[in-house]
């Protein structure tokens, strides 16, 4: 298993400012990724952080308003960039060692205004 | 295309009730399919598994192929199950797929 730790816990910003989420794991893992989840809704996967590479985004994100940084096997960040009220959000980082399982980590909420 | 659909997003049983959580899912291959749950300010865990087809916490959860179902069920439920359950499918690049979730609560 994996433990995941995630800083800043909770922010609140002023929109058209940036702000980068830290998450740590406690060993090496192969796969990191980072969700968003809304109010009352489900996760939606930001993109799959790739060691040594750039980020593997989904449909709807783009690498200038959500960059992300895997410098290593156990550390990522990614930043939300000149953001809106509409980034409000809990931001979720995961890992998995390969076996399909997801570890999560806190998860960082996110109040722009 | 791949997707994971959990009908109810509330379900209120009583204490000792049995319980199902519905979660159909659409996938082309042999798929991998979770249950996670997050209790009250906890972080969201795994569950179980379909592979590992054990019961953890009273809860069990069959694959049905024939009906794209991977159900998750308790014969008897108890107040510290109240959670919100999360049906979760693992397709291509390890990519998982959640669903909307089904917020469980147990009533005394």
């Known amino acids: 298993s994996a433990v995941i730790s995630q800083k800043p816990s909770r922010d609140i910003c002023q929109r058209g400012t940036s702000l980068t989420i830290q998450c740590q794991v406690d060993?090496?893992?192969?796969?990191m990724f980072w969700y968003r989840q809304q109010p009352g809704q489900s996760l939606t996967l930001i993109a799959t952080?790739?060691?040594?590479?750039?980020?593997?985004?989904e449909s709807g994100f783009v690498i200038d308003k959500f960059p992300i940084s895997r410098p290593n096997l156990t550390f990522s960040t990614l930043t939300v960039s000149n953001m809106s009220p509409e980034d409000s959000s809990i931001y979720l980082c995961?890992?998995?060692?390969?076996?399909?399982?997801?570890?999560f980590g806190p998860g960082t909420r996110l109040t722009v205004t | 295309a791949q997707r994971v659909t959990q009908p109810e997003k509330l379900l209120s049983v009583f204490k000792g009730a049995p319980v199902e959580l519905k979660c159909n899912y659409s996938?082309?291959?042999?798929?991998?399919l979770f249950w996670y749950v997050q209790y009250s300010r906890q972080r969201l865990q795994l569950l179980l598994r379909h592979i590992s087809r054990e019961s953890i916490k009273g809860f069990t959860a069959d694959l049905n192929k024939g009906e794209t179902s991977f159900h998750l069920k308790k014969p008897f439920a108890q107040e510290e199950d109240s959670a919100m359950y999360y049906c979760?499918?693992?397709?291509?690049?390890?990519?998982?797929?959640f669903g909307a979730g089904t917020r469980l609560f147990v009533k005394a």
């Open positions: 995961s890992a998995s060692d390969g076996s399909y399982e997801q570890y």
């Open positions: 060993s090496q893992v192969t796969m």
């Open positions: 979760a499918l693992v397709g291509q690049g390890f990519k998982t797929i």
């Open positions: 952080a790739n060691q040594g590479s750039e980020a593997t985004y």
């Open positions: 996938y082309s291959g042999s798929p991998e």
